[in-house]
């Protein structure tokens, strides 16, 4: 494994540049579909060089931050045969490179990009050396295309020609039945807000309806101290060790795949966050008498709702978030955020690339799943009851919504996760139940990690 520094800012520079020339490659799938006027092509050419010096733009932030990656300079080796830009100082520099994968590169793309040519027999061999070296992606795509090319075979480079381009319009299809689909559902969510402003009653919670959601009589805030700074602890004492290990993670996804990396990082949640749960149970519920279940209001029926009625009520909560965290995005970025700093983000998007369905199965539970139920129970189900033994709905949102905000610490995108934060305060204030929360919560996580996948994979 080679050194990299830069951590999370190096993969998201990476994927960045990865998105910016697939759309290249998108652009040029659907040139053949493309008859218009002379300005039109223009504008197209336009996009197409746009695309390209963006990519190159990012790879290149990337490679600054992480001057010894032998993968990264050899994305900008097929960047720049792409663009007609010189690349032999980069070849130049993976051969300084004392690792076994660095010499492998080196080797495949002098074949491919210095010296043209391939015999029938090495073909093969370069093609491992490609599939184990290099991350699946554009980079894979293109060199493959390339090194059949270089072998002389005239029929299977059009063959292959052929697929790379089929292959785009495909990833094209997606991604705009994706962005259709999410305009729609954030269509819903303006919806959902508008009828809930205007339409829903906005009664206040009344003394009675208080005590269905209120921490018990005689909880104090002693039990709120005691579970927070039990927590900060445990996180101070293992901090250190699971942040050494989350570093590596995106580099354990390209090595190992995407399933043994969401093991990994299901391990490395619960370590950081059931510890928490234990401490609720200890400090707060058991002195108390009162069962876990119960004293996080986890109820799958109320005065008003049943278990249908609790999850629709989730779900019209992930509709309503849309536009709220687009809105809370767009004033972040005015102020001058670079988005999310969270390491996990590169882990996402290093690992979406591996097409092994379970890895995706346990990313949504490692993600959506075990999230909603340990922060919600954490951040709703015991300091938004406690806090509102003593104060209002809206306090109580602002104060729960600012700490599970903060205790992300993730500078880029702590406005979204205040938005998100008050969202499912709200919903749980509404229906006396953690129930629709955690649905909420479970669904958000989850379809942006379908995202990535629908975008990156």
Request: net charge positive.
């Amino acid at each position: 494994m080679e050194g990299r520094k830069g951590g999370n800012e190096v993969f998201v520079e990476s994927d960045k540049a990865e998105l910016s020339l697939r759309m290249t490659s998108a652009f040029s799938a659907l040139k053949p579909f493309m008859k218009g006027s002379e300005k039109e092509n223009k504008t197209y050419q336009e996009m197409l060089d746009k695309a390209y010096s963006d990519g190159d733009q990012s790879i290149s932030k990337a490679i600054a931050l992480a001057p010894q990656s032998s993968t990264l300079l050899a994305k900008r080796v097929v960047v720049h045969s792409e663009i007609n830009k010189p690349f032999k100082d980069d070849i130049a520099s993976i051969d300084k490179i004392d690792t076994d994968k660095a010499r492998a590169i080196s080797r495949l793309l002098k074949a491919v990009y210095v010296n043209r040519k391939v015999g029938k027999g090495e073909v093969g061999e370069y093609k491992s050396i490609l599939r184990k070296e290099m991350p699946a992606g554009w980079y894979q795509d293109v060199i493959s295309v390339q090194l059949v090319k270089a072998s002389g075979s005239t029929k299977e480079y059009e063959a292959s020609v052929d697929a790379f381009m089929g292959h785009y319009r495909d990833y094209v299809i997606r991604v705009a039945v994706f962005m259709v689909a999410a305009f729609l559902a954030g269509l819903v969510g303006v919806i959902v807000i508008i009828a809930q402003l205007f339409l829903l009653s906005r009664s206040p919670t009344s003394e009675e309806e208080r005590k269905l959601i209120a921490a018990p009589e005689g909880w104090g805030w002693k039990p709120v101290y005691a579970v927070f700074i039990s927590w900060l602890s445990t996180e101070f004492l293992v901090g250190p060790l699971l942040k050494g290990l989350s570093k590596d993670l995106a580099n354990i996804a390209i090595e190992q795949g995407a399933f043994t990396v969401a093991l990994i990082t299901a391990a490395l949640y619960l370590s950081q966050n059931l510890p928490s749960l234990f401490y609720i149970w200890l400090f707060a519920f058991r002195s108390h008498k009162t069962k876990f279940i119960e004293g996080i209001r986890l109820r799958w029926h109320t005065q008003r709702r049943g278990p249908v009625g609790l999850v629709l009520a989730g779900v019209l909560t992930w509709y309503a978030a849309i536009p709220f965290v687009v809105v809370a995005t767009i004033i972040a970025t005015k102020l001058g955020s670079q988005g999310s700093t969270n390491p996990i983000v590169a882990v996402v998007l290093s690992s979406v690339k591996d097409t092994n369905p379970l890895a995706v199965v346990m990313f949504l539970i490692t993600l959506g799943v075990l999230p909603a139920l340990c922060e919600e129970t954490l951040f709703r189900g015991f300091l938004y009851t406690s806090l509102r033994r003593k104060l209002g709905a809206f306090p109580s949102i602002v104060i729960s919504a600012t700490l599970f905000s903060l205790a992300h610490m993730d500078m880029g995108g702590a406005l979204q996760l205040f938005v998100l934060g008050a969202l499912f305060a709200f919903v749980f204030e509404r229906t006396k139940s953690l129930v629709p929360a955690m649905v909420a919560h479970c669904m958000w996580n989850s379809a942006t990690f379908l995202m990535a996948l629908t975008i990156f994979g």
